[in-house]
């Protein structure tokens, strides 16, 4: 095994993780580097996917061997990331890669691009839940290329990104399985009657059982055909959709029909997008925005590459 002279920027794992260590009470604690490999699993599951990589894996090499199983990359959890130091979606790549084609679930904040998603529809067949959130850079156009290769997908959010209807009718047809859709357009002061995503989703989503439009231009009509033409919705979110009345038959049958209601003026204090969404651009042009990770797409890549580091070279397998 590598002396740790050899661990360059890294700096070795405390004692207390890789040997007992003996208080004056005669209490032992922890080796946490002798687990058993399914509760370490269950342990480091838990940290987001940056964690893993930046941190946990280079703890020891067991946490390290346990970051490598593919079982640990069955969900990769990207959100709320701004870490303008690292190149995310080489990481999210790694992390794909990792999984093997088990990746069953992720979630993506604020990086996402065409040429990323369409890397995980080409390697996670599986893939059930995928969440995108305020990724200016993806284009209706990549986002549907990709979707329509992921027929098992159950769980789509669009929060703050380019989906025009066209696709999202696209989208709807290629996702037999779709059961709950979170479309969260992007933000404006002034709502205006638009029921082009209602109808969309009235459609081709029969099989919807939750849907969330926050802040969306639909009105009466366009919620009623999506009553009528998606039997299974129990979930409904419509806050601060304020052109819907709610008033007499519609009201009856909101309250008749769905099971969990969330209603135009209701609060958004649980609503987790709330304030990327006040703060996000309105307009729909995003031809002057930048890339902030410069990288070739289409060259090959590794992520020891971007991380200057190969982890083989600490542990001797």
């Known amino acids: 095994m590598a002396s740790s002279s050899s661990l360059g920027p890294f700096t070795p794992a405390p004692p207390f993780l890789t040997h007992p260590v003996m ?16 509760l370490t699993s269950s342990i480091l599951s838990r940290l987001d996917t940056v964690d893993i990589l930046e941190n946990a894996q280079k703890v020891c090499t067991s ?22 130091g690292l190149n995310l979606e080489m990481m999210c ?35 059930r839940s995928l969440k995108l959130v305020k990724c200016s850079l ?7 290329e990709a979707l329509v290769n992921l ?7 669009v929060s703050y990104c380019l989906l025009s209807v066209e696709s999202l009718k696209v989208v709807g047809q290629s996702l037999p399985n779709l059961k709950t859709l979170k479309l969260n357009r992007l933000y404006r002061r002034l709502l205006f009657m638009d029921d082009d995503d209602a109808l969309a989703i009235a459609e081709t989503m029969p099989r919807l059982s939750h849907l969330q439009l926050f802040r969306n231009g639909l009105t009466d009509a366009g919620l009623n055909a999506i009553l ?18 709610l008033l007499g038959d519609l009201k009856k049958r909101c309250s008749e029909r769905i099971k969990v ?42 992520y020891d590459d971007y991380n200057l580091y190969d982890y083989d070279d600490v542990y001797d397998f």
């Open 63 to 84: 946490w390290y061997r346990v970051c490598k199983d593919p079982s640990m990359w069955r969900k990769i959890d990207m959100r709320n990331r701004r870490d303008m």
């Open 261 to 302: 209601f969330r209603r135009p003026y209701d609060l958004t204090d649980d609503y987790q997008h709330y304030e990327a969404a006040i703060h996000t651009d309105s307009s729909d042009d995003h031809d002057n925005d930048t890339y902030p990770y410069e990288y070739d797409h289409d060259s090959d890549y590794s």
């Open 23 to 38: 208080k004056e009470d005669g209490e032992c604690i922890i080796n946490w580097a002798e687990l058993p490999s399914e």
């Open 138 to 144: 993806l284009t209706s156009e990549g986002l549907t």
């Open 151 to 157: 027929p098992l997908l159950e769980e789509l959010e």
């Open 228 to 245: 009528d033409n998606c039997p299974n919705l129990e979930h409904l979110d419509l806050r601060q959709c304020y052109i819907i009345n």
């Open 93 to 127: 790549r790694h992390a794909v890669d990792r999984s093997q084609g088990g990746l069953v679930e992720i979630d993506i904040w604020q990086f996402g691009t065409d040429s990323l998603l369409n890397y995980i529809a080409d390697r996670s067949s599986n893939l």
